[in-house]
């Protein structure tokens, strides 16, 4: 039977499908989160502490930098296939 | 024109229709996240997915290619056989749609040409292997993958975000959703584009105009992305007008992970050519974000609508899609069968539509309790 289900299923590429999955969706909502909480934290330190708000600052670009290379990197994997 | 030919421009056609009910069914699924949420006005919301829908067409043909290759015999393939696949499709969405019933256009397509090819040929021209492992074991994981990956998702954001002040999360997730609705838009354009792509490609190798191995001609993957981009565009104006009452409401968080969610397991499926249920995945996504939340916030009614959609549909629009091909080949092998069935064919969509828009349209695509 496990035989058949390895016949017939390609594991190897549903496992990949699995994992990929969970990293762009996960990682994406992570790194998305970090664009918010350092904008949002950036904002609140801009007067008070402008070096903490610019840690902040730096966390949101770098954040947002993950996005957008996750998101530019989903397409261009779809398009080299 | 003769006879073959008359065929496979009525099964071109029928294949394009389908195609374009497709995007008309699935807009709700991809726009009522970022609509509900306020993320995007209405009509910028669909006007965006139509255009991504279109523009997802381009990007892979891996599932055009499983849909042509690895379910049926390709050497016993007919126009006539694909012919009645689609229609026993469309009869079963529309049936579905008319209940109210989320399910998979895909599953119904790909149902309806086994169920043809099974009453032409018998079961020595399909592809079971084919069929188990690039249809049925995706499909089964794709809605539980992303009710698992949008849970995950969502629990993450509330951990990062949980303790700052809702007005600017808000907003910010709002923006996000422009993104991760379109990369949804994006993804639901090539899985779903492709399977037409995939159907009108393997007519024309049936009717001698390609090769067994040839690519997928470019004016197919043209119509195919247009048809759905217009299906998905007019389709969205029948949910404006019923989003007020029945769309279901999440907050900005839910609505960016459940579409970035879907978006990954859809576009990591059609990467490697597995021709998935966009509405079930989209569904498990959103179910899975509101689940994270609160476990009662699932309406767990439509959880096991789609399990009972996911069950039937493929045994029954192979029931269909095979009466249709034997009423079909009555008529004999010539053009006759298939004017007639596609004019029946007309003539039930209108009433069907007629009747389900007097009594107000279904949306199904739902997670949280309340509606607005």
Known sequence: MLALATKVVDFGQLAQVIYVSLIAGVGVSLAFSIVIRGAVRAGEHRRTRPVAAAAHGLMAVAGLLIVLAAVVFGVSTMLSK | ?372
């Open chain 2, 1 to 372: 024109m003769d006879g073959p030919d008359i065929i496979l421009a009525i099964v071109v056609a029928t294949a394009l229709a389908f195609d374009f009910t497709n995007g008309f069914h699935d807009t709700a699924n991809v726009v009522a996240t970022t609509i509900s949420t306020r993320a995007l006005p209405p009509r910028v919301a669909v006007t965006l997915a139509a255009i991504l829908n279109f523009v997802g067409a381009f990007l892979s043909l891996a599932v055009a290619t499983t849909i042509a290759n690895d379910i049926v015999d390709q050497a016993l393939v007919t126009t006539t056989i694909i012919f009645a696949g689609l229609v026993g499709a469309i009869v079963w969405n529309l049936v579905t749609w008319y209940f109210g019933l989320p399910s998979s256009s895909s599953h119904a397509l790909i149902g309806g040409v086994v169920g043809a090819m099974l009453v032409a040929n018998g079961v020595e021209a399909i592809d079971f292997d084919g069929l188990a492992g690039k249809v049925l074991v995706p499909a089964l994981i794709a809605p539980v993958l992303a009710f698992a990956v949008a849970g995950t998702g969502i629990l993450v954001c509330y951990r990062v975000v949980g303790r700052l002040a809702p007005g600017p999360v808000s907003r910010g997730y709002r923006l996000g959703q422009v993104l991760s609705g379109g990369m949804l838009a994006l993804a639901h354009g090539t899985n779903d584009a492709q399977k037409t792509m995939g159907i009108i490609t393997l007519a024309l190798i049936a009717n001698g105009n390609l090769s067994a191995d040839a690519a997928v001609p470019t004016w197919v993957i043209v119509s195919a992305a247009t048809a759905i981009a217009l299906g998905t565009y007019l389709g969205g104006w029948r949910i404006i007008k019923t989003m007020g009452s029945r769309i279901i409401k999440m907050d900005p968080a839910q609505g960016f992970a459940a579409q970035g969610s879907g978006a990954a397991v859809i576009l990591a499926a059609t990467h490697f050519g597995y021709p998935l249920s966009t509405t079930h995945t989209i569904s498990g996504a959103v179910m899975g974000a509101g689940a994270a939340k609160r476990l009662s916030a699932v309406r767990w009614g439509v959880a096991g609508n789609i399990v009972v959609a996911w069950v039937l549909t493929l045994p029954c629009a192979a029931l269909v899609g095979g009466l249709v091909y034997g009423v079909t080949h009555i008529f004999g092998d010539g053009a006759t069968g298939p004017v007639l069935v596609a004019a029946a064919g007309v003539v039930f969509t209108i009433y069907v539509f007629v009747r389900r828009l007097q009594q107000g349209a279904a949306i199904t695509t739902t997670a949280e309790g309340t509606s607005s």
